[in-house]
């Protein structure tokens, strides 16, 4: 029970594919696998939620990172337009669509281990201890390859992984109202002081002081953002 939502603010699935009987009998916690880009094909978000026949599930990132915080299920809950709880004391802003906005890395972070590595002999395994783990094809043919704002091709796994991550390490981009009316109200004390106080002064200081306002106003929008 993920909470009330409606089935504008999430995706709506007509049929779904489950696991192998094998990984189904040792009944583990699943979630949903699926992203889409935005409109100019750039990858910046990650679905919470999916509607399927009148029940709510979450996503496989979100679900992997609840399991590894120690959230079950029912701790996980979604207030529609504005937020998920992992438990009692962590929010993920969402947007109006049950979009999260992936926090991605300039710099692939992740650590990457071959089939052939893990299977080998004096493989340690303690590289795994305390880690959450993505096993996935890496294979042109075989993987999906996803533009984002910071790579033209992000394959699949390391776009949930950094889901995963940012949940994990509670590092949350934030695009909220407050922010949008701060920016609003900079840029309406500085077209005041350009309307009625640069005319006063001469050339050469009315330069100079829209350059500073500038200036002052890139690096408070910033602080803001």
């Given at each position: 029970?993920?909470?009330?939502?409606?089935e504008e603010?999430s995706?709506?699935a007509?049929?779904?594919?489950?696991?192998?009987?094998?990984?189904?009998?040792?009944?583990?916690?699943?979630?949903?696998?699926?992203?889409?880009?935005?409109?100019?094909?750039?990858?910046?978000?990650?679905?919470m939620a999916?509607?399927?026949?009148?029940y709510?599930?979450?996503?496989?990132?979100l679900?992997?990172?609840?399991?590894?915080?120690?959230?079950?299920?029912?701790?996980?809950?979604?207030?529609?337009g504005?937020q998920?709880?992992?438990?009692n004391?962590?929010?993920?802003?969402?947007?109006?669509?049950?979009?999260?906005?992936?926090?991605?890395?300039?710099?692939?972070?992740?650590?990457?281990?071959?089939?052939?590595?893990?299977?080998?002999?004096?493989?340690?395994?303690?590289?795994?201890?305390?880690?959450?783990?993505?096993?996935?094809?890496?294979d042109?043919?075989?993987?999906?390859?996803?533009?984002t704002?910071?790579?033209?091709?992000?394959?699949?796994?390391?776009?949930?992984?950094?889901?995963?991550?940012?949940?994990?390490n509670?590092e949350?981009?934030?695009?909220g109202?407050?922010s949008t009316?701060?920016?609003?109200?900079?840029?309406l004390?500085?077209?005041?002081?350009?309307?009625?106080?640069?005319?006063?002064?001469q050339?050469?200081?009315r330069?100079?002081?829209?350059?500073?306002?500038?200036?002052?106003?890139?690096?408070?929008?910033?602080?803001?953002c």
């Open positions: 029970k993920l909470g009330v939502m409606s603010s995706i709506l007509q049929k779904v594919f489950l696991p192998a009987e094998s990984i189904l009998d040792a009944k583990p916690y699943l979630g949903f696998d699926y992203i889409t880009p935005d409109d100019d094909r750039v990858l910046r978000h990650q679905p999916v509607n399927y026949d009148g709510y599930y979450p996503s496989l990132p679900m992997a990172a609840a399991v590894y915080l120690n959230v079950t299920p029912d701790m996980i809950k979604i207030v529609e504005k998920v709880s992992v438990g004391d962590f929010q993920l802003p969402i947007n109006k669509n049950g979009d999260f906005i992936i926090n991605f890395y300039k710099d692939n972070p992740f650590r990457k281990f071959s089939a052939g590595q893990i299977l080998g002999d004096g493989f340690n395994f303690a590289n795994f201890k305390g880690k959450a783990v993505i096993v996935s094809i890496e042109f043919s075989n993987t999906e390859y996803f533009r704002p910071v790579n033209e091709e992000t394959p699949k796994h390391l776009i949930s992984a950094s889901v995963i991550s940012n949940i994990i509670r949350i981009v934030v695009f109202f407050r009316m701060l920016n609003l109200l900079g840029l004390l500085l077209g005041g002081l350009c309307a009625f106080l640069l005319p006063q002064i050339l050469l200081y330069l100079i002081s829209l350059g500073i306002g500038l200036f002052i106003l890139v690096r408070v929008t910033d602080l803001w």
